[in-house]
């Protein structure tokens, strides 16, 4: 994720009672869930750590603020009118969004919206929304349910075959591929996880 990428390689938060409650809740959280054999704990563990991740990652950012002129993805959704647009892609990426649209979330005019938008998030508008079409299918594919022509609909492909072509470009494997890489990968973790528990 682009956000990971603009974090350095270890991140210290001091401990100070009295602050970052919500990550001190999450540490809480994860730990009795690490520590217990409960029914439903193996779901939960990605979950807590998910939370985990996200309340470091809201500490860091609040601790290391952005000026005006920082570019980058945390750059780019803390500036309002860049966010207005970046959420619109985020909530419907299967929308046929144009640049104009977009721009006009952000209350802007086309060309310097683009301009904005490719200076904070180091891509055009459309590049990016290729870019979260592709994460969004990557992560659908690992649906064992979801069918081919599914997900291409859910990111905003009008046919298997344009999805298709999409996904090869830019992952360098088709996407049938790509899910039975997946599965294969993920049945000897599954496996660890069942004889653990």
């Known amino acids: 994720h682009p956000l990971l990428r603009e974090l350095p ?3 210290h938060i001091p401990a100070r009672p009295g602050h970052h409650a919500g990550l001190r809740a999450a540490v809480e959280v994860l730990g009795a869930e690490i520590d ?16 985990l991740l996200l309340y470091v990652l809201r500490v860091w ?24 647009a970046l959420n619109a892609m985020h909530d ?9 649209e977009l721009a006009d979330r952000a209350r802007m005019s086309r060309a310097t919206f683009s301009r ?12 990016y929304l290729t870019w979260w079409r592709m994460t969004m299918a990557a992560r659908l594919l690992l649906e064992p349910a979801s ?24 992952f360098h ?13 993920a049945r000897p973790a599954a496996i660890a996880t069942a004889t653990a528990e």
């Open 173 to 185: 494997l088709a996407p049938g591929r790509y899910r039975h890489q997946a599965q294969a990968r």
């Open 61 to 84: 950012f609040e601790a290391h603020p952005r000026g005006g002129t920082a570019t980058g993805w945390a750059a780019a959704l803390a500036a309002p009118d860049i966010s207005a």
């Open 147 to 170: 069918s081919l022509d599914a997900v291409a609909a859910r990111v905003g492909y009008t046919s298997e075959f344009a999805f298709a072509n999409a996904f090869k470009r830019h």
């Open 92 to 100: 419907d990426p299967a929308h046929p969004w144009t640049v104009q």
């Open 116 to 127: 904005r938008f490719g200076s904070l998030t180091g891509q055009p508008p459309l590049t």
């Open 9 to 11: 390689g270890t991140i």
């Open 36 to 51: 217990s054999r409960r029914l439903g704990a193996a779901a939960l563990l990605p979950v807590a750590l998910d939370m």
